[in-house]
């Protein structure tokens, strides 16, 4: 979306954190990046639901995310 700045110091974060990305150029990952839907969300917002099948993953560029699991019929935060 307007206003997304992958910068140098951005992309090589993103490198160092997430491992798939990890043996890319940097050239190579600011491709793959900037190929990529980018998806803002909103504060509360579910992302995806526990069970739901996957077919596709999630890069964190900004922001804070809140991984929860139900456990014995209670919300448990796994990650904050």
């Known amino acids: 979306p307007a206003g997304l700045n992958l910068d140098a110091a951005i992309v090589q974060k ?25 998806l803002p969300h909103k504060a509360g917002e ?6 739901d099948i996957g077919s596709s993953f999630h890069v964190l560029i ?7 699991k139900m456990r014995n019929e209670q ?5 904050a």
Not at 17 to 38: I, N, R, W, Y
């Open 46 to 51: 579910v992302v995806f639901n526990e069970g």
């Open 75 to 79: 919300v448990v935060s796994l990650a």
């Open 14 to 38: 993103i490198a160092n954190k997430v491992k798939v990305f990890q043996g890319m150029t940097p050239d190579c990952l600011m491709s793959t990046l900037a190929m990529a839907e980018h």
């Open 62 to 68: 900004a922001g804070e995310v809140v991984v929860e």
